[in-house]
């Protein structure tokens, strides 16, 4: 009789030891990866931010070589009659602002009803005593590229609460709506905030060098979000009308800035704190990250050439609107440095590099 041998296989399963063991390698390996996985991601963003920031910049300076080489600011003055576009398809209404800072403000609203997408044409008729300047600077760089709002390149990839509410706005069925449903917006300004920035252009791109002896000047009120700004009795103290050919120090003056470093260290930093690492674009075209403390101080320069006061304020963490808490969740400190924000002598100082320089 053949014996006919029989293949038999057997299979094995895993032990639980096994098991356990595959499963501690794998969160061991997860654990290495994970933190250079952020930190990627982190300096992918980092790039973004840094590529926003030099596209303004080289815009600022396209502006310039278009109009006679003006920094890019609010032109609309009191006194004169503009169209202000006030309904949908273009429609305009005539306006003759009663001053140059209601001037402005009625040149903002333009832009913004103008450029919306989604048209939103019912936005921010409540203008009050509304200075754009500080926050919406940039309306005039998109004007001038033609580019519809929101619009990505204004907005930091880590500006978490701008990014929701562009989205939500460009999604929305009811812009306006939503955008006067946002908090804070019984002042009849915030309403405009879905269209602000994460970088400001500094206060020196559309200030006079020094405050005038009448008492024109543009000053920080009691925080990093509010300002007060006084025309003077002779109403000659005048904001925008400087030209790029005004800054003496290209290389070692900030033009424009984060107020929050969002993408360098574990937590996010208001500007004021001197440890925070803020991410800036220089007159020259650089964009640098600086460390808060290795800036000047900032100060008020008064008419005579002299530092009148520091530019002095209390840091204001209003989360609501994207503004961190303070970094160890003391108290705040009184009287933080506006430091780039608020440089001495203006497009004649200096920021960086050197002691501050004080306008003769």
């Not at 990627?40 to 300076?61: D, E, F, G, M, P």
């Not at 103008?114 to 509304?130: K, M, Q």
């Not at 000047?217 to 006084?230: A, E, T, V």
């Amino acid at each position: 009789m053949a014996r006919h041998a029989s293949n038999r296989s057997v299979c094995r399963a895993f032990t639980l030891i096994e098991l356990l063991v595959v499963i501690a390698i794998i969160a061991l390996l997860v654990s290495i990866l994970l933190p250079s996985l952020g930190e990627a991601r982190r300096s992918a963003r980092q790039a973004i931010n840094i590529s926003n920031q030099k596209n303004l910049v080289t815009a600022t300076y396209n502006y310039g070589g278009d109009f006679k080489d003006k920094i890019a600011s609010f032109t609309w003055q009191g006194g004169r009659t503009y169209r202000l576009t006030s309904g949908p398809n273009g429609a305009t209404t005539p306006v003759t602002p009663g001053s140059d800072l209601l001037a402005a403000a009625n040149q903002a609203l333009d832009i913004i009803r103008r450029r919306a997408a989604p048209e939103n044409t019912g936005i921010a008729t409540n203008l009050g005593n509304w200075i754009p300047h500080p926050t919406y600077s940039h309306l005039v760089v998109m004007d001038f590229l033609s580019a519809r709002m929101p619009e990505p390149m204004l907005v930091s990839p880590e500006d978490k609460f701008r990014q929701n509410m562009a989205e939500t706005l460009r999604t929305s069925q009811n812009p306006t709506a939503y955008c006067m449903g946002l908090p804070g917006t019984n002042d009849g300004i915030r309403e405009t905030w879905p269209y602000s920035s994460s970088y400001q252009w500094v206060p020196a791109s559309y200030t006079p060098d020094r405050e005038a002896p009448d008492g024109g000047s543009l000053r920080q009120q009691d925080n990093q979000i509010y300002y007060i700004y006084n025309a003077g009795t002779s109403n000659r103290y005048k904001l925008g009308r400087r030209l790029l050919t005004d800054v003496r120090f290209p290389a070692q003056k900030v033009l424009l800035m984060e107020d929050v470093g969002r993408h360098v260290g574990k937590r996010e930093m208001p500007f004021l704190h001197p440890n925070a690492l803020i991410t800036v674009g220089m007159f020259d075209g650089q964009v640098r990250v600086i460390r808060m403390s290795d800036t000047n101080e900032g100060g008020y320069t008064a008419f005579n050439g002299r530092r009148a006061s520091v530019a002095a304020m209390t840091y204001s963490p209003q989360t609501a609107w994207g503004y961190p808490l303070w970094p160890d969740g003391a108290q705040i400190p009184q009287d933080l440095y506006g430091r780039c924000r608020w440089t001495m002598s203006g497009l004649s100082g200096l920021d960086v590099g050197g002691s501050e320089v004080y306008v003769r």
